[in-house]
């Protein structure tokens, strides 16, 4: 059964360097979007991708965060600074259809220090 | 705004006890859609279920179930029989027609404990 992949599974950097998540969607699947949690709260929303651009954005995804699906099948979350408060597991999520159900990945825990 | 609530923080139960996981959602929306998903220990978030706004009718997956009654705005999750192996986090999530991205609004999660 095709399935969402991310790596790395855990990442650790130092404050201020910048971390590349990277995902591999479902091959058929046109959606994507990047989920954030921090540890013991709940998923929340960073932002939606289709056709190459953002269709939406939540107010965590600032200016640091960036997307991008730089071939047919990564799709990268960018963090250019990284600060404490971005330690965090990142999910990644497709869907082929826009209403239907979103799989995730097995998510990649982000640690800065 | 959406909103999902999900009012239980931490539920114990001993193996073979019926459980019910709460969720109420708030929207404005006519066409929405409501999920389930679990997250073992291990961290990944499972797909349980989805039910669209206009279909009402209960669902049964071997041990679990669900009730989607939208006169209250619930749709609760039942774990029959409970096992060891259900002790997870469970969130209820809710994407709407109007939002164009379709994006989960999750609520903040049920963690179920099941001793043995």
């Known amino acids: 059964e095709p399935e969402v992949t991310q790596t790395p599974s855990h990442q650790v950097t130092q404050m201020g360097q910048e971390v590349i998540l990277r995902c591999v969607p479902i091959?058929?699947?046109?959606?994507f979007y990047w989920y954030r949690q921090i540890l013991g709260q709940k998923v929340e929303f960073l932002v939606s991708?289709?056709?190459?651009?953002?269709?939406?954005k939540s107010e965590i995804f600032d200016d640091q965060f960036s997307v991008e699906r730089p071939d047919g099948s990564n799709f990268t979350l960018k963090i250019r600074s990284t600060k404490l408060e971005d330690s965090a597991m990142y999910f990644c999520?497709?869907?082929?259809?826009?209403?239907?159900?979103?799989?995730f990945g097995p998510g990649t825990r982000l640690t800065v220090l | 705004a959406q909103k999902v609530t999900q009012a239980q923080t931490e539920i114990s139960v001993v193996e073979k006890e019926d459980v019910t996981l709460d969720c109420v959602y708030e929207t404005r929306d006519t066409t929405y859609y409501l999920f389930w998903y679990k997250q073992p220990p291990s961290g990944e978030l499972v797909f349980l279920i989805r039910?669209?706004?206009?279909?009402?009718q209960n669902e049964i997956s071997g041990r679990y179930s669900w009730n989607f009654q939208k006169s209250t705005s619930s749709f609760n999750f039942t774990i029959t029989a409970s096992q060891v192996v259900d002790s997870a986090v469970y969130f209820c999530?809710?994407?709407?027609?109007?939002?164009?991205?379709?994006?989960?609004?999750f609520g903040s999660g049920t963690r179920l404990l099941v001793r043995p």
């Open positions: 999520a497709s869907n082929q259809i826009l209403r239907d159900t979103q799989y």
């Open positions: 039910r669209n706004s206009f279909d009402e």
């Open positions: 991708f289709y056709n190459n651009e953002i269709s939406e």
């Open positions: 091959s058929n699947h046109l959606y």
């Open positions: 999530a809710l994407s709407e027609s109007e939002d164009s991205s379709y994006k989960l609004i």
